[in-house]
């Protein structure tokens, strides 16, 4: 067909069309609970519609800056500061369409061919294709259950050599839930930074959404040698539940963030300016909506938890932040039903779609087998009913 080389580098993103699958199915009328879905089930607070709904009434409907408004990006360094006790300064704000495109045009800005990118595994499915896309090479590492699947420092200066350009810490974790503490940033910073190329690409995107009185820090907030080594990625899509606004950011070192804004320039153009205007009340407004969504949270992740380790043959790790179950269900490869036998996560998440219209994403799409990724970001009924098809299907497999 003539496709580009750099296009064959890449899939289709797996979370994505395992939704598009089931909203398939419902739209067929079978009644299909998903447990796939990436973003908040809330609607957007009223108070943020408002605000875009105030720009398009005030014409706010011209091109903006490529990199951002000024006012967004002010919002962005009292974030931080506020937040975080970080303090950046305009210069080192880029806003972006979304987290995603903001690790896009960092990974495109700073990877050359043959460097490097560490991605730890599991990792959110978009890392490794966006550095291929790059034409970087990602070099996955695995982490270990038994340790909450946080990569260690050992580990991490085994892999790390004078060709890594990029380290991602993804904390809270999408798939695992997994969140670091101040000690294990810092312990993984002083291990980087004895690598003068690499930088560290920190997606705290799930900053908001954490369990247990788990205090959120960034690996930025370890010194002021590794603050600069920092980019930090975030947006407002989970915590705000606005993932269809398309507005994200990314904070750091200046030239690296004018680099980004040049490529916004020639690529996207500015975000949609409605959408800046509501992430700017998202960011200044009132938190009220986001504790009451992350106590929904909390009381489903509870509840979702504890039946998955009850269930026979099934072990889920605790998640301290986002909102995903990642459960093992190593145990059941190599069973079957009727003809077929399970071999792979896709398999697994094959057989309760279609036997039991559940849809879940197979943990290989995160580079870990025999896991499924169980997002908990829908109704507690939604929830239970799930669990009991899951229970009832797993009920089923035999060796
Ligand atoms: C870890 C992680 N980073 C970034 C994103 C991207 O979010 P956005 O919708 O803002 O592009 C997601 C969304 O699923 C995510 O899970």
Redesign the pocket.
């Known amino acids: 067909m003539g496709l580009s080389d750099r296009i064959g580098r890449i899939k289709p993103s797996p979370t994505l069309a395992v939704s598009a699958k089931s909203k398939a199915m419902k739209a067929q009328g079978i009644d299909v609970v998903s447990f796939g879905a ?1 973003e908040p089930d809330f609607d957007t607070p009223q108070h943020i519609k408002e605000a875009a709904i105030q720009a398009i009434k005030d014409g706010f409907t011209k091109y903006t800056p490529a990199s951002g408004i000024d006012e967004l990006k002010e919002s962005v360094c009292a974030k931080f500061s506020r937040d975080n006790g970080l303090n950046f300064d305009k210069s080192q704000v880029v806003i972006s369409c ?4 903001a690790f896009y045009n960092l990974a495109q800005v700073l990877l050359n061919p043959g460097d490097e990118a560490i991605i730890p595994a599991p990792y ?1 499915v978009s890392y490794p294709d966006m550095v291929r896309l790059a034409g970087g090479t990602p070099v996955i590492v695995k982490t270990e259950e038994n340790n909450g699947f946080k990569l260690t420092p050992d580990t991490l200066d085994t892999v790390l050599t004078d060709k890594t350009k990029i380290v991602v810490i ?1 904390s809270p974790s ?1 798939p695992t839930g997994a969140a670091y503490t101040k000690k294990e940033l810092t312990d993984l910073g002083n291990v980087i930074l004895k690598y003068p190329n690499a930088w560290v690409i920190s ?1 705290e ?1 799930y900053e908001k959404i954490v369990y247990d009185g788990y205090t959120f820090v960034s690996i930025a907030n370890c010194g002021e040698e590794i603050r600069k080594r920092t980019l930090i990625i975030h ?1 407002v ?1 989970k915590t705000y539940a606005m ?1 269809g606004w398309r507005i ?1 950011f990314t904070v750091g070192d200046a030239a690296i963030i004018k680099a980004v804004s040049m490529l916004q320039s020639q690529s996207t153009s500015n975000p949609t300016s409605i959408a800046q205007k509501a992430a700017v009340a998202a960011l200044n407004g009132p938190q009220d909506a986001v504790s009451k969504m992350v106590s929904a949270f909390h009381e489903r992740r509870n509840y979702t938890i504890s039946r998955l380790n009850r269930m026979k043959g099934v072990t889920c790790l605790n998640p301290q932040g986002a909102f995903y179950a990642f459960a093992n269900l190593n145990s059941f490869l190599g069973k079957g039903y009727k003809d077929t036998r399970l071999n792979s996560g896709y398999d697994l998440a094959t057989y309760l779609l279609e036997e039991v219209n559940v849809a879940v994403i197979p943990g290989d799409a995160f580079g870990q087998k025999g896991y499924l990724r169980l997002s908990f970001a829908t109704s507690m009924e939604e929830i239970k009913k799930g669990l009991d098809r899951i229970e009832e299907a797993l009920g089923k497999l035999s060796s």
């Open positions: 990436g979304g987290g995603k495109h959110w993804n999408n997606d995107i947006g899509s993932t994200g």
